[in-house]
């Protein structure tokens, strides 16, 4: 029998990709287009779904920009909730998918479909506690706690945890609309961008700014290691892209971790703790893919 074909959508703020594949080797056919309102937005993705000649789908993954509502149930289940992109405030988004393709759908947010996407495919393979962090527009954490994605009472919201912020060296007062110097608020792309006056990326590797990023980044991936003791941290988005912060952040976990957690992961081999997507810029997609397949096995 041919392997169950999936489903994926990477709803992103600013873009969606839609794709039908089984996996990294096999994704058939894919398309992208911007995020406008949701009912025509989420209209392309059906008709993409519809019109697409590779078979029938066994399951849709929708990995989605939040903050969203996962919990399959609530009454809301499938929701954007609270997002600070207006027209998609409280926009019902797995509903209409379901309900025009007929198939099993499984949603999440767009890190935890990440987190699982690497676990199944990428640089979080046969372990069991991974955590997958962007940082990019915003700064979001996904969690796999012994393989399944972690939501707890919504989900983690790992971009707003707070870190020690010198102002003397670095003034900027941070762009968090809700805690200003946050995590997110000192360390995403839009936070880098406002302090330096340009793009992140006309910002020289050597440029100093990258040693304080790092330092913020570092402090923040000490604060999740205490905490959830993960096994592997995959650090991705457009931020990431400054290959010269892995290093840099490395050699900061270790000194404010300061001998603390006797693990091999970190006294001796931080280089593969600390790492980059092993899926690259596709881990959203085949995330959005992976979220699909959980959906399939658990209707069976
Ligand atoms: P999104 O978070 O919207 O899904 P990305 O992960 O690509 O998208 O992140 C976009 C953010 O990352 C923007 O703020 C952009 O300025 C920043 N960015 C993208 N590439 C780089 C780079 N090479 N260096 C620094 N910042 C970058
Ligand atoms: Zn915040």
Redesign the pocket.
Known sequence: MAAPLYGGIEA???KFVCAVGTGPDDIREEIRFPTTEPEPTIRKAIEFFRNQEHGQLSAIGISSFGPVDPDPGSPTFGHITTTPKKPWLHTDFAGPIHRALAVPVGFDTDVNGAALGEWRWGAGRSLNTIIYL?V???IGGGVLIDGRPHHGMIHPEMGHVRIPHDRTRDPFEGSCPFHKDCLEGLA???A??ARAGR???S?EPDDPLWDIIAEYLAYSLVNYIVVLSPQRIILG???M??QQLFPKIRERVGSFLNGYIQSPAILDRIDSFIVPPGLGNRAGVLGAIALAEEAAHREQ
């Open positions: 992103g703020g600013t962007t990019g527009t915003g995403s792309g839009p880098i961008e793009k992140g990326d910002i988005g457009g931020v892209d400054q």
